[in-house]
């Protein structure tokens, strides 16, 4: 029954095929491993290498923007994002509606933004909300054991401390694009994620204000999760600090005298450049940047009747109107057409070449001089002046003015402004009738209208040549760069003359002292922007009403309402300070924007008599812990939302 | 009494050492494996032996509960096997049948049948036992005419078929091929005529056409995809077999020392406690420590073919070819995985990854094949 009679098979050949086969199956196995580790070695312990090793940036704290006094106005503050990592949480669906129920977002909101990061990793944090409340972020907190896999990441954001306070000039930083990331200003250094200035100084200055990141090589496991620091780092070195010739009290004036209206307000120092205030209506809040923008944001900022995102003191160009007859005075003057003596009639119109060209007072302002002209606006004696100038002429002072040309501000976008010559004709409307200059037209160029156009900062620049002795300076916003670590070194902006006008002092003499008359005369058109008479400060200064293209008229009432404007400086025998205000479709320039500049003169000398109230001081509205420069893992950048 | 007088003069001891050797490397490799720096399990609470991972402790365990078990089996005679192969065969299958009607569902699969104290895997048991069946069965009816017909092969067949189906529909398709080679191996071993190999040569190209057109589950389709094209989807399916060459491949002639595979301690290898444990040795030892357990294993199956060299009865040596089957069916399927030539089946490596089950039957197994060669003077005459 049992089989221990001799095996009835040869066993011997059998266990030499079947030790030939396990040979040669061990071969097979030895061949592999001696190809992976042996011939591609290398490879693997690279990607290895690749798979452990992980370099963690430290974004480099961005610098803070000061005005000329040291006042901060942008400094950085620490955000907080509610994320989920999805490898924490068994019921996605049931934390995402437990979250709902907390934030008060809808659940199929998160959802959906669950859903746009599909490409993470389970083990990856997803953002769920951004930039969200402290009192949210202790809400979840609190409730964190019934919110498995949310959790609350902080980073570095950018804080303008007073909100639109000149946020054209300031501008705002969002996260880099992809044709940024492509283009040879930020190729090489930027990685995805990174924020940068996008308009305003925090673009002009990118470069500085970024600072260098730094790094620290570490050691991480499959989650990312770091292990071990390696001495492999450098730390960031934070970005310049920027010094701003704005005051603050100026500019905050600037702000609110604008009021909703939409204009642009520049105020400078005539002798330096400086520019104390930059206003332009209506403003955005930079820090809306900080979080998500909705489209009908977008549209609101870029397009739509305010177009808030138009810095109009430097990129909106309108006719200088009456404010040009200063210019010409000089221009007069200089040229010997006239004296200060020199009168003409104006019985309310000039009649040439069959047309009547009005003056704006019908009835006329009777025998005028230069200063009487100026005083009350005369718009006949101006067409005479003009007569007598030649349009080439009034364009040749015009530019020594500086006006037709940008001046040279720190700000992308500047618009040139234009002031019309025989030559700008023939070459803007080459091969048209329109080509050759009409002597009518000189009529329209001699008090600022017709095709002419300047921006309130190429007025404030040209004003300040009359008052400063004829010098036509560089328009200067920023102070100084300072770097924190000592890197760099610190960058002076000295004043700068870009060119001489070249008319003798007595010829703007004369200009000025009408000038003054314009403010304090009974009859003068700009008495609205005096100062209190006990401060014994004259101001000067010129209106301007100028008339908007007839061809809208029909169409939009308020856009039939000429632009108001008013360039006034003071003190007037010594003048510190020179201001130039633009309300779009305000009216009367006397009216309307002489009240506006005589606001920001307020501010600017009122401190000289006026004792500072105690606690006046504005209230920093939180305490806050200022972030040197978060870590993040550069895997864990935040996409782009936009 | 001598161990000598027990054990006769045939014991294969350089057997039973490699036996024990293997597993022992295991537990080193699996402290590694398990490592976790923030643990601190101090045993014997003397403050000076300090364990650093759960897993080792546990395969220590496992270990012991094995070696018992093959103690007992090698001194269990080869007789009692023959005598009750077929009773084990159907109680296990009856086992096997419990299973898909009482077992534990885990990972979409009834594998385990829960008793108490322990889990039971019956597929492990039936492995044994179709050796034990497979080798009475053929050992009493060898072929005929030197080859097997294809009639004399329609029980044989049978006897692994049963069991492979009731394994195929748990479902757990690596162990219900293993049972499958298994039983092939020692049909083969046998002799099979060349008609038949072709012909079934042929049917089993047909069969991977059908399987992958009907019964393949898509996480199965998806292992095999990858295995072509690793590359294709590295953070999601191909993520296992990338990661484990990289561990392999990375360990290069000497490896990264023990406990400094950065593969496997940053957790970047999956499974590496169990099926992939062989990367865990080749990331830290690299070509040499690879090949050296390698040749272990072979020196092990080297070992196996002399006892079946040496064997006076046939049933002695199909359970010993049988038991070789097993092992290197296991081993080569694993490796084979792990350094991408096989899609990725959940075959444990025999004695080295971590699991009480597999290593009993293991080395239960080995007990057998090591009792044939205890005092076999006794059954001669």
Known sequence: ?642 | MSVRKIVGVTFDWQLLFVTLLIPSLGLGILYSAGYDPDLKIDLFSLNSIIIKSHVFLKQLLFFGAAFVAMLITMLIPTRFWHRYAYLFYFGALLLLSAVLVYGTISNGSRRWLSLGAFNLQPSELIKVCVILVMARYLSKTPPRHGLYSLTELIVPALIFLLPMLLIFVQPDLGTALSVGAIGGAMVLFMGVRKKILIAFALLAVVGVGVAWNSFLLPYQKDRIRVLFDPESDPQGKGWQITQSKIAVGSGELFGKGYLQGSQAQLEFLPERTTDFIFCVLSEEWGFSGSVFVLGLYAFLLYRMMMIVLRSKDLFSALLVVGISALIFFHMFVNIGMVIGYLPIVGLPLPMLSYGGSSLVTMLFALGVALGTTVRRNLYVS
């Open chain 1, 1 to 642: 029954m049992y089989a221990y009679d001799k095996s009835p098979v040869n066993l011997a050949p059998r266990v030499v095929v079947t030790l030939i086969l396990l040979v040669l199956a061990f071969l097979l196995l030895v061949a592999r491993l001696w190809f992976l580790q042996i011939m591609r070695g290398d490879y693997y312990k690279q990607r290895s290498e690749n798979n452990r090793l992980k370099t963690v940036y430290i974004p480099p704290p961005r610098g803070h923007f000061y005005d000329r006094e040291g006042k901060i106005l942008v400094k950085n503050r620490p955000a907080f994002n509610i994320e989920f990592v999805s490898e924490q949480s068994s019921d996605t669906d049931k934390t995402i509606r437990e979250l709902s129920s907390i934030t008060g977002v809808e659940a199929e909101e998160l959802t959906k933004q669950l859903k746009n990061q599909k490409s993470r990793r389970r083990f990856e944090p997803k953002v769920l909300l951004q930039d969200v409340s402290r009192d949210l972020v202790a809400k979840v907190a609190a409730r964190s054991t019934q919110l498995p896999g949310v959790i609350v990441n902080y980073y570095p954001a950018r804080w303008y401390l007073h909100g639109d306070f000149a946020s054209h000039v300031i501008g705002y930083i969002r996260q880099i694009s992809d044709a940024e990331l492509q283009s040879p200003k930020y190729a090489g250094y930027y990685q995805r994620g990174d924020l940068v200035g996008k308009y305003g100084l925090e673009r002009k200055w990118e470069h500085f204000l970024q600072g260098k990141r730094g790094y620290q090589k570490v050691i991480v496991n499959v989650r990312g999760v770091r292990i071990k620091d390696l001495p492999a780092k450098e730390a960031a070195i934070p970005g310049h600090n920027i010094t701003l010739n704005l005051d603050y009290a100026v500019q905050k004036a600037a702000d609110d005298a604008l009021k909703d209206q939409a204009g642009g307000v520049v105020a400078m120092n005539p002798k330096t450049g400086q520019i104390y205030a930059m206003a332009s209506s209506p403003r955005f809040d930079p820090n809306m940047f900080t979080g998500e923008i909705s489209k009908d944001q977008w549209q609101d900022l870029i397009a739509g009747r305010g177009r808030k995102l138009n810095n109009r003191a430097a990129q909106g160009a309108y006719p200088p109107g009456s404010v040009f007859k200063l210019l010409m005075g000089a221009a007069g003057l200089s040229e010997g057409v006239i004296t200060p003596q020199t009168t003409v009639h104006c019985p309310g119109y000039l009649s040439f070449a069959g047309r009547r060209y009005h003056c704006h007072k019908r009835s006329g302002h009777g025998s005028v001089n230069l200063y009487s002209a100026i005083v009350q606006s005369c718009d006949v004696y101006f067409y005479v002046l003009g007569q007598r100038l030649g349009v080439d002429r009034i364009h040749d002072y015009a530019s020594r003015f500086g006006l037709g040309a940008p001046t040279g501000i720190e700000l992308v976008q500047e618009n040139p402004g234009l002031i019309p010559s025989t030559k700008w004709k023939r070459e803007h409307y080459k091969g048209t009738e329109q080509e050759k200059w009409f002597p009518g037209e000189t009529l329209s160029v001699s008090i600022g209208q017709g095709a002419s156009l300047a921006t309130p900062l190429q007025m404030a620049v040209a004003i300040s040549a009359l008052v400063n002795g004829g010098k036509v300076m560089k328009p200067l916003l920023v102070q100084e760069l300072s770097a924190a670590m000592g890197s760099y070194h610190d960058s002076d902006f000295p004043p700068k003359v870009l060119k001489d006008t070249e008319v003798a002092s007595e010829h703007l003499d004369s200009v000025r002292k009408a000038a003054v008359g314009v403010v304090n005369d009974a009859r003068g058109t700009g008495r609205r922007s005096k100062l209190p008479d006990e401060w014994g400060i004259t101001v000067a200064g010129k209106t301007g009403t100028s008339q908007v293209v007839a061809l809208s008229r029909k169409t939009d009432d308020k856009k039939t309402e000429h632009h108001a404007w008013f360039v006034g400086y003071a003190p007037a025998e010594d003048p510190e300070i020179v201001v130039s205000a633009l309300i779009e479709h305000g009216g009367g320039g006397g009216k309307v924007a002489a009240p506006v500049v005589g606001e920001v003169l307020k501010a600017y000398f009122e401190r000289r008599f006026v004792e500072p109230e105690e606690g006046t001081e504005e209230k920093q509205e939180q305490p806050v812990v200022e972030i040197e420069g978060e870590p993040q893992v550069q895997a864990e950048k935040k996409e782009d939302q936009e």
